[in-house]
């Protein structure tokens, strides 16, 4: 937390050595997040670009109330939700599908872990957005409840319930699939 | 069927790897929007150096030494023993004056003052509620209002469009504070100068006025002659003339006064355009203070609670203190000895030897000996003069307040900060340090007389060091005791004025580690530049200078019966 501060007080002086270092920090965080909220790698690198650019712009203006790594996840967020309702628009806009990949070392071997997160990455894609989106940042990117409602402009009552019915809804998909 | 922990287990386990040739791109493109946007601004300073480098501070006091002297002239006495007005008069008139408006005009380019002083263009002064309004030709405001129990004051600096508000808690009502006290304190300052006051009796306009010559040189060595047209009906001042003159440079200014209704009640309405950048430091306790000041709190409390800490100062006087503290974490034995300094400490790191040093010291020599054993609700102490014998004392802990056992190592690297604003530094940037301002208004006796002049301090906080404070800057005035005996300095009313140079630096110029692997400060120099000393001939400042070095026993064997009340002398 606190070398974050120093980081921002060093990047809004202009050292771009601080921005690096911000950008190496959280580089795979924001990308996952984008990632599984968009489930297309080149949208998430899209949007990982134009959210740090925007960043990097608003050097002089930024104003941190809370973590700059939550307010990063917010912006990507911001800017995943921006696409989505532009795709819905133009619906021809295809998927290029995510991969994902174990992020600790745990007993089992890599290519199952693997393959495990593969699916529940499709089931994540196949949830309604709202649903998505309260899942991923909850989960992934750390966000408390309060804070989606406040990106999501509902009552936190509505974010619990979203998440409650994304997690049920990926559980039945995934299921499904072991049954099927 | 998959448990939802196993589900989130999972959605928590998702990572992708960034494709190399995407980081580079994304970080390039960045890097290169930053340089841009930083690039259009280069030249911005920081907050800080706004601050610093601004001189609003001191056209500021020098406006209000001006404005003193030309109100003084009013009520001074003139040559024939008689009061030029009288002073029921003119407080009258002044109450009935509850702004007055000043329009600055000068005679020729401000060559001289160029450097140091920007021009004001129009400046305001309100009494209830009490404000200071500036308007500079280089479009600077500066703007700062009293309330009951806050002080805010404003600087909008037109270079970097930035507006600092600064708001500074205060206990001190403001609402008695009239110009007519302002011009009181104004009286002492210019008597204790040595103004020389001089009335003529002329013709304005077919109005009869009084003219006023006032010949004053300020604090900062500045030369003013004031020639003031006073209207005889109202007792008001219509203009005045001030030449100013330092080094050889010279200025004129002529002011022209109104006492308009009203004025500007906000600095937006002073000039200062909406679409400013607002930068406020409160220093009020924000959540956001306390989650920043949280680990410099944590790392305080996390210090080895048994220890023995040795401490000895000396100072460029040939004196020196040596202090040892023992403390269990609840119990504290402070021993203390002040005296002239004939043998230097040993030049040792082993702490068993300086111990056994600062007791053979603190027992031999003559000198003010004091021990104040607290045991957690009484504070036994025991004192010794040069020559006077032992004295003893017994106090509750609430008469010490609940900081008391705060000695030694606490003190000294981690001081208690209870509000402040972290801030923009060069210095704390530089050196990968935090850095907390905080501000305190000045300090006057019941009889509204100054005690101790405003003051600004500020923490630097070593995040590598275990959040140790590392350095303190303090800056304020200059007031020479006996406090509160004086108004010394009419600066002091306005919390803006306060020096560019600190006046005091505590510094940690060496650190060293415990055996419980937390950091310390093992030498710390402390620079106070106000300094006072009483030779006999009256109070002189000086530049006093401490070494200061620690040594710290972690693990201490406690000495039999030392936190006894009954081991104290008699």
Known sequence: ?180 | MRPVENIEKLINRLRVEPRVEMSKRNLNDALAAHKRVIGSVSSRPTIWRIIMKSRISKIGAAATVIIVGILLSMIVLDKTGAPAFGMAEVMAAMAKAEWMHMTWEYDEPNTGFELIEPEIRESWTSVNPKRNITVYNNGKVNFTEYSKDEIKAQQYDVETNLLTTRYISTGRNYSYTTIIEMVLVGIAEMKKRGATVEYIDSVDNSQPVKIINIDNIDDNNVHFKTSTIADVRTRLPIRSTVISEKQGYTTTVNIIFDYPQTGPTDIYQAGAPPNAEVKVIGQKITPEFLEMIRPYRAARESLPQQRIVVEVANDNDNSSVVSVIYTNGIKERFEQLSYIRNDTSPETEDFKTIWNWANRTIRNESGNFRIQLNDGAVVHGAYRSYFNPWTREELSLSHYGTGFLVTGLINRGWPTIKTGAFVENDYAVKNNLLCIETLREPRFTGDSKLAEAAEKTLYYIDPEHDYMCVRIESFRHPVPPPYGNTAVNVLVFDPIDIPFEPYLVTEVVQFSLTDTGHWYPSCIITTNKQSWSDPGSGWEMREKTFDIRLYIDTNPEFPDSIFDPESLPR
């Open chain 1, 1 to 180: 937390m606190i070398e974050d501060r120093l980081l921002l007080y060093k990047f809004k002086r202009g050292e771009s050595d601080a921005l690096r270092r911000i950008y190496e920090k959280y580089e795979v965080y924001l990308l996952t997040v984008a990632t599984a909220l968009l489930n297309d790698m080149d949208a998430a690198e899209d949007v990982l670009h134009d959210s740090f650019v925007a960043f990097a712009e608003s050097a002089h203006k930024i104003r941190l109330e809370g973590n700059l790594r939550s307010f990063l996840a917010t912006c990507v967020a911001n800017r995943c939700r921006d696409l989505m309702r532009k795709r819905s628009r133009n619906p021809e806009s295809l998927n290029k599908a995510a991969s994902f990949t174990c992020d600790e070392k745990g007993p089992e071997p890599a290519a199952i872990c693997n393959e495990r997160l593969e699916r529940i990455a499709r089931a994540i894609a196949l949830l309604p957005y709202e649903q998505r989106e309260v899942v991923v940042l909850h989960l992934k990117a750390g966000l408390i409840f309060k804070q989606i409602a406040g990106l999501q402009k509902v009552g936190v009552n509505t974010v619990q319930s979203r998440y409650r019915y994304g997690i049920e809804k990926v559980r039945s998909i995934l299921n499904g699939e072991v049954t099927r």
